[in-house]
Structures are given as C-alpha cells and as structure tokens.
C-alpha cells in the first residue's frame, strides 16, 4: 500500500531482492540484452528514466523474469493487487501475455470488491491460461485448527476467538502469533 506513489514499486518489492542475491556474474547475464533497461531501475537508486517510456522498461522487466526463468523456475507471488501502484499492475500485465514463453507462474490475490481497471485483476483473468478462485471466509474449524497449531497462541476463550477473526485469514494470523509476533509456522 505505500508503493502506491513510487513508480514499479511493486516490481521492486519483487525483483530486487532477487536481483540482489545474484553474484556479480550472473546479475550481468541476467541484465544484459533486453533486460537492460531495468537495471537502472532495478538498481535502487533510481526511477530508471520510467516516466519516458513506459513500453521500453515493461519489456526490459520481462526479459529480467525470462533471464531469471532461464536459471530456475519462477513464481511470481503477489498479495493485494489492488494497493499496487500502476506501472506494477500494468508489468504483471504485460508479464502475464508472455508468460507462456518462460518457466513462470504467476499467483495474483486481490480483493473482490476494489474496483475493476484495464490493468486490475479482472484483466489478468482474461489472459489465456489464468484462472480466478473466490476463497471463502475461513470455517470455525478452520481457526480451531490454525490455534491448535500455533507456536505461542494467546489465551483467548474459542468463542472470542472465533467472533473476532470472523473468516479472516489476516486477523486470525495475527491473533495466533507467538509472543514473538512470529506468523504462524515460523
């Protein structure tokens, strides 16, 4: 939510730790070519001259994401697409049409109720090959579940408990902390 106003900062969120973690041979593989014109970008002390031509970078990303494909599988994970800022929303786009080329999936999660846009979820649904799941609301066996498997569980009754996640995967994961604030399972 607070990359909303930073040009590819979702994109940055995703790919520069990555990018990071690579020795100094493989990062110039990996941003060689096509790709680039997203090391400026993806270096972290610029916008990489986005603002001009926003085409020209949405290709360099993708041939970051096929380089990294060419090395190992890829899994693209984003939560809440609608907090996105657009050129981040417009590069999974973009991905997503070329995504049948390269070793890489994509799992996009965002509310229901946000509303639609040319580069929104309801546009990645209708590439082909992508597919949409409405997920219920967590099941009170569910949380029972998710509390018997807690490291650290706060003492709260099972009734408070239950009113007060009320479905919610966030809000139970957050109650059920360990006293360490460790999410559950870590």
Same mark, same amino acid.
């Given at each position: 939510?607070?990359? %909303?106003? *930073?040009? *590819? $900062?979702?994109?940055?969120?995703?790919?520069?730790?990555?990018?990071?973690?690579?020795?100094?041979?493989?990062?110039?593989?990996? @941003?060689?070519?096509?790709?680039?014109? !997203?090391?400026?970008?993806? &270096?972290?002390?610029?916008?990489?001259? +986005?603002?001009? &031509?926003?085409?020209?970078?949405?290709?360099?990303?993708?041939? +970051?994401?096929?380089? #990294?494909?060419?090395?190992?599988?890829?899994?693209?994970?984003?939560? &809440?697409? %609608?907090? #996105?800022? %657009?050129?981040?929303?417009? *590069?999974?786009?973009?991905?997503?049409?070329?995504?049948?080329?390269?070793? +890489? !999936?994509?799992?996009?999660?965002?509310?229901?109720?946000?509303? !639609?846009?040319?580069?929104?979820?309801?546009?990645?649904?209708? @590439?082909?090959?992508?597919?949409? *799941?409405? @997920?219920?609301? @967590?099941?009170?066996?569910? =949380?029972?579940? #998710?509390?018997?498997?807690?490291?650290?569980?706060?003492?709260?009754?099972?009734?408070?408990?239950?009113?007060? =996640? /009320? /479905?919610?995967? #966030?809000? !139970?994961? %957050?109650?059920?902390? $360990? $006293?360490?604030?460790?999410?559950? $399972?870590?």
């Amino acid at each position: 939510e607070l990359e %909303q106003d *930073f040009a *590819f $900062g979702g994109v940055r969120l995703l790919l520069e730790p990555v990018i990071a973690r690579l020795d100094e041979p493989t990062r110039r593989r990996l @941003l060689a070519g096509a790709a680039s014109r !997203a090391a400026a970008l993806l &270096d972290g002390d610029n916008d990489g001259g +986005v603002a001009g &031509d926003l085409p020209t970078m949405l290709h360099s990303l993708h041939w +970051v994401v096929a380089n #990294l494909a060419d090395v190992r599988p890829v899994l693209v994970l984003v939560d &809440d697409l %609608q907090w #996105l800022d %657009q050129p981040s929303r417009r *590069f999974l786009l973009h991905l997503g049409r070329r995504i049948g080329d390269v070793a +890489v !999936a994509a799992v996009v999660a965002s509310r229901p109720e946000e509303p !639609a846009g040319e580069d929104g979820a309801d546009a990645l649904l209708r @590439l082909p090959g992508a597919a949409g *799941f409405d @997920l219920a609301p @967590l099941s009170d066996e569910a =949380v029972l579940t #998710l509390r018997r498997h807690a490291p650290g569980a706060v003492g709260i009754a099972e009734a408070g408990l239950l009113r007060l =996640v /009320g /479905g919610n995967p #966030l809000v !139970a994961t %957050q109650l059920l902390a $360990g $006293g360490d604030g460790a999410p559950l $399972g870590g």
